[in-house]
């Protein structure tokens, strides 16, 4: 499984935009990148996924570069909601493949 | 996204007896559903994969014995903690995945584990 790095922590303010990227160099053919967040004591929470080029939903944009050993959660205009703990994970889970390794995550600190 | 259940959210137990945790896929057919322990402050660390109908797959250093999962069906797997001790204290997550059209897993909201 590909392994994850990002950074342990980041700050920011009320209106901000927030990028959080992550490096995953051993990226499989396979692999989409799934990003989750996960508030203290519940479960992690689905946020995007992609596997090349740019992705966009209601809360987020996922930007992959063509090599795909990167890639980069972008957050809009967070809010102090937005605290809580962002994970950047490689694999796929389709048809009972291996279960997703977490990394230490990036702890993303909203500030007025 | 697809909805996971996990019940109960808490609980408290006595060292020694036994707890069971279960996880449900409420709106499509989880064909893999995968537990996860997270200690305060860290990440989460997978336990076991288990897919329906098979006995489950367990990380090196989870003892199956103590650690019971089945997975009876394609929207329900279940955890059982055997002969709890203080030191099985800990948030247990389950994750589902399968026949939603995509790669990605969802999760529980997770159970707090307190053994006394």
């Known amino acids: 499984l590909a392994k994850t790095t990002q950074p342990i922590s980041m700050d920011s303010y009320e209106g901000q935009e927030v990028n959080i990227t992550c490096s995953h160099n051993n990226i499989a053919t396979n692999d989409y990148i799934t990003w989750y967040q996960q508030f203290p004591s519940q479960g992690p929470r689905f946020i995007i996924q992609?596997?090349?080029t740019k992705v966009t939903n209601e809360v987020a944009s996922l930007f992959i570069p063509a090599d795909r050993k990167s890639s980069t959660l972008s957050l809009p205009r967070v809010s102090l909601s937005d605290t809580a703990v962002y994970y950047c994970?490689?694999?796929?889970?389709?048809?009972?493949?291996?279960?997703?390794?977490f990394g230490k995550g990036t702890h993303l600190i909203i500030q007025p | 996204g697809a909805v996971v259940s996990q019940h109960p959210s808490r609980v408290i137990c006595k060292s020694g007896t036994s707890v069971k945790i279960e996880c449900r896929s409420l709106?499509?057919?989880?064909?893999?559903m995968f537990w996860y322990r997270q200690f305060p402050k860290k990440s989460l660390m997978l336990m076991a994969t288990s897919n329906e109908g098979s006995k489950a797959t367990y990380e090196q250093g989870v003892e199956k014995d103590k650690f019971l999962i089945n997975h009876a069906s394609l929207t329900l797997s279940t955890l059982t903690v055997t002969s709890a001790h203080p030191e099985d204290s800990s948030f247990y997550i389950c994750s589902a995945s399968g026949v939603t059209g995509g790669p990605e897993a969802f999760f529980g909201q997770g159970t707090r584990l307190t053994v006394v």
């Open positions: 709106d499509f057919q989880a064909t893999t």
């Open positions: 992609g596997y090349k």
């Open positions: 994970l490689v694999g796929d889970m389709r048809g009972g493949a291996d279960g997703l390794t």
